[in-house]
């Protein structure tokens, strides 16, 4: 049920892309940032227009939101995989994400080696993992399970583990266990109908929201916090009262100008 759900919602709203609606966030996030600046926060002109290809972070420049990190990395993937596909190695994916998912465990110390942005590029990062379980769950639900899926669906597990080394913050046995338990939550929402609870109208209105919500929730959401408290109120009301307000203009944005964005770039590639 969950995924039917999920397919008439992809299919009524035609997606073509990620940018119509992210240049509207891009350019509501810096202009709220502008009228009510924050503290180290204040974005400039360059980081605007830099963040509108959102390829900031591939010339080494600040994004208008940080959020936006995460969608570096989706470019990269959608880059590779393209040329995958267009070189007819597609055959070849679960070879592509134990490279990816090896990589992860390695990067730590291949990182200095990887000019950038080839590490974004060529999925050698520190993320690569996580695109790797989406493959290996696809081919799952395609043509079943075997002994190397399962193995390389246990060692994204492991890869979430610490590293000597790395930078990142989001490692260790909490984030492994948390990443183990989205891969068999996932894996069981996709092959049984034991979650048909994510099929409810509620989950699905978020799940259609969660991209326009995702774009603006943070720095617009850190400017209502601070004037909400600067006026007086306690932080429990300020956090419901932003969480509220941000739902409300994810929720507008997305039937006001994604879905009709979308539907519109769908008539225009068909004609």
């Given at each position: ?101 090896i990589g992860t465990l390695t990067f730590a110390w291949t990182a200095p080696f990887i000019p950038h942005p080839l590490h974004y590029l060529s999925m050698i990062n520190g993320y690569g ?21 399962v193995f390389l669906l246990l060692l994204v597990v492991v890869a979430q583990y610490p590293q000597p080394l790395s930078n990142y913050d989001d490692r260790g046995p909490v984030a492994s ?95």
């Amino acid at each position: 049920a969950f995924v039917n759900q999920f397919n008439v919602l992809s299919n009524s709203v035609e997606y073509y892309g990620l940018y119509p609606i992210f240049w509207i966030c891009v350019c509501i996030t810096f202009f709220i940032l502008i009228a009510f600046p924050l503290p180290n926060a204040t974005p400039t002109w360059i980081s605007f227009f830099a963040s509108l290809t959102m390829l900031q972070d591939y010339v080494k420049l600040a994004p208008v939101d940080s959020v936006y990190w995460s969608l570096t990395y989706e470019l990269g993937f959608y880059f590779f995989m393209f040329c995958l596909i267009r070189a007819r190695l597609a055959k070849h994916i679960e070879k592509v994400a134990a490279i990816w998912i090896i990589g992860t465990l390695t990067f730590a110390w291949t990182a200095p080696f990887i000019p950038h942005p080839l590490h974004y590029l060529s999925m050698i990062n520190g993320y690569g993992h996580l695109f790797a379980a989406g493959l290996i769950i696809y081919k799952i639900t395609q043509t079943g399970w075997t002994p190397l899926r399962v193995f390389l669906l246990l060692l994204v597990v492991v890869a979430q583990y610490p590293q000597p080394l790395s930078n990142y913050d989001d490692r260790g046995p909490v984030a492994s266990f948390i990443i183990a338990g989205h891969i068999v939550l996932f894996l069981i929402a996709v092959l049984t109908t034991r979650l048909s609870v994510l099929s409810h109208p509620w989950l699905v209105f978020l799940g259609a929201i969660s991209y326009p919500l995702y774009l603006v929730h943070q720095m617009i959401g850190y400017v209502l916090l601070a004037q909400f408290q600067s006026a007086g109120l306690g932080w429990w009301s300020s956090f419901l009262l932003t969480t509220g307000m941000m739902i409300a203009l994810a929720a507008a944005l997305t039937y006001c100008a994604d879905v009709p964005m979308r539907r519109w770039l769908a008539t225009r590639l068909r004609d």
